[in-house]
């Protein structure tokens, strides 16, 4: 098989131009890059290469840089952190790692990352100054206290360690709490499931969540897992959001905050939540946010990917809009949807979305003991608060009944 891949100038691309989707046309694209079957056309703006596969073109998803650590002779054409499009041996195995990375046949138009601008809304003097007061400084706080936890593996004391912080602070923030306890293996974790209620007649839900665990893949059972960018920075998103929620005296719908417990192991705890949803919950349930390492700084321009499935359209374009009306950040979408909390959601049909910094895959310490706050960079982490936050306030305060 053949592939053709064609760059566009960065103008073009900033501009949201592609040529062969606009002809109706199957494409993929990573940012500038279009990946098309046929040639692309004599155009000014593309220059083009042909690859041809010695085996099958495949589609890689991967967690840091895990399959290509498993798999260092793998021939990757594509290389864009967090998917790859490799040339892969016809009837060879790869090596597994489980929870780490999935590999699924090239099809056409089965990756689309480009781009997005979001569109500038009405700005809210409320919304904007309930996200101007989320300081970097009290991120910077809360993801250190979490990561100075010797370890948050689900089934470690550590993890009750965190459980308590989280507690205290999403109490104060004027929610009801509960543990959510579900099994894990030969033993148990929980999550933290934190609600409010909206006054209108019929409340839509909304949810925003994060895992609250960690892991060490390099130590072994018992190391040092600090989990600062994973997932702490998640983690303390989700508390600021109810923070800034809180100075809401009265929401119109209900929300949910949830720390998930159980992502490392394989987002048990997430699926456990979509479980127990009851099916009025689930009709009702109308966008989630999943927030899943938000503080390393992995390109020059603060950027953020809105990682979703096409039934999550409306929530990434919703979370495209506040990052243009309340933030300076940059927006890249894709819809190849992969390992972590939004998928058990997705898998039931509901609109969820991760929200994760740009290029997460050249951050190198994900799952070591070195994944500590110094290698953070906290003004990433405050804008991504900021978006996630506005989304959250004007669903819940400003929505539409
Ligand atoms: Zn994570």
Known sequence: MDLYLSWMDERAAKAGRTTAASRGEAVSRLGSLTITRNPPPRDMSMRGTKVTAQGDFMIVAQKGRSFQRANPDARVIVDHGRYLLIDWPENKEWVEEPGCFAVVPYEDGALDMGLRKGTARPRRSEIADAVGAISADELRLQVERLAAIHSRHSAEAGYLEALDICETILEGAGCELERQEFPLGDTRSWNLVARRRGAAANPKLYVIGAHLDSVNHEGGDGARAPGADDNATGSVTVMQAAVALSSFAELKHDVCLVLFGGE????????????????????????????DMAGSRNMQELTVLLEGAPLSQTVIDDLADMAKTYTELETQVSLSPYASDHVPFIDKGIPAVLTIEGADGAYPHEHTARDISSNLDFELHRQITMMDAAWLIEKAAFGED
């Open 264 to 291: 490392e192991q394989g987002l048990h705890g997430s699926r456990h939540f979509v479980e127990l949803l009851d099916g009025a919950d689930r009709d009702r349930l109308s966008g989630v946010v999943n927030i």
